[in-house]
């Protein structure tokens, strides 16, 4: 076992504290990551305040990891010491099932093992990247493309592939009219990530405050959801609505939105259920769907194509010691639009 330092949760209520964790030693499918760059998702704030249920502490959260190899087991042929690597949302499944035979790990029959609070096959709990270094078998382990700048690369092993996943499965494409509800991290990714796939992109945001960020990553019509007007006037227009936000909304508005056959995907998961009217829903022959991260080959698909298109997240890159107040600008939708820790300013496990 190694220590590690970490920012850490030790109950739903405290704030987060500087600390120590345990990372295992490497086994011979392992890869040992030096990590450089962490991105703050909304879940992790979700997960560690205890709004998806009761969360083991103490928990270093984070599952938008960048940094570099430093030692790998004797098994492991994909990743090399000194290799630029990423890890997303998920360090383990059973690799045996259906879903994971066919690349979908994040739906496992036997249980994906996400990041940090998840029970591992070794019986230990996981531990987020929050934290100096990680230990992660090999095939969860993914590939940053060199031309991408490094610490905005991070972002994408959550934000990006949990949009990128539902606009090319349902679609989104030249042609293709797609509306963004929420404008945070996920929902800039899905801006830029729907444009370079040919789409055509509305964003609708809570205020018109983001409008120039929001026409400048690629979206070619930007409107207010306080604003009445916004829902009669884009009435039955998008073949894909994708909601990223992360509280309670009223989806039957959004529903409203969708032409015939178009498709409102959720990937927000607030803390309460959201309610539908079927009679919004048959109208248009509408279909409403959630969809939850990719699948690693997937993830290393969008980051081949962000490679490819140039494109990273627009981030904030703070001190670990400045993780508490980021996270309050994130529930104040003040984010621009990802932080992104650096992790080389945590303290060295013999000084916490
Ligand atoms: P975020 O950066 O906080 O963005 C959420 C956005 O939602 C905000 O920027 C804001 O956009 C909008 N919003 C916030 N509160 C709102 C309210 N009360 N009413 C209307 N709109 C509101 O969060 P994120 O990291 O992108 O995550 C978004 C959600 O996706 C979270 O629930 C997270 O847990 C979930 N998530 C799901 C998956 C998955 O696999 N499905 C993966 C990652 C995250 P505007 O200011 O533009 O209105
Ligand atoms: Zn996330
Ligand atoms: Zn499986």
Redo the contacts with the bound molecule.
Sequence with gaps: MTLVSAYVAESAESPLTLGTIERREPGPHDVQIDIHWSGI???DI?TARGEWGPAPYPLAVGHEIAGVVTAVGEKVSRHQVGDRVGVG?MVNSCRDCEACQAGFEQHCANGMVGTYGAEDHDGTITQGGYSGSIVVTEDFVLTIPGSLPFEETAPLL??GI?TYSPLKHWGAGPGKKVAVV??????HMAVKIAHAMGAEVTVL???LS?KEDGLRLGASDYRA?SDESTFTDLRNQFDLILN????S?DLNAFLSMLRFDGALVN????DQPLSIDTGTLFTNRRAMA????GGIAETQEMLDFCAEHSITPEVEIIDASQVNEAWEN?LA?K?R?RYVIDISTLPEPAEV
Excluded: E, R
């Design positions: 998702c909304h879940s979700h949302c959550c934000a949990t929420g404008m945070g991290g996920l929902g945001s809570q205020t983001k959801t990223t936000v992360s509280a909304v990937v927000g998961v607030p959630g969809s939850m991260i994130v939708s984010v639009y």
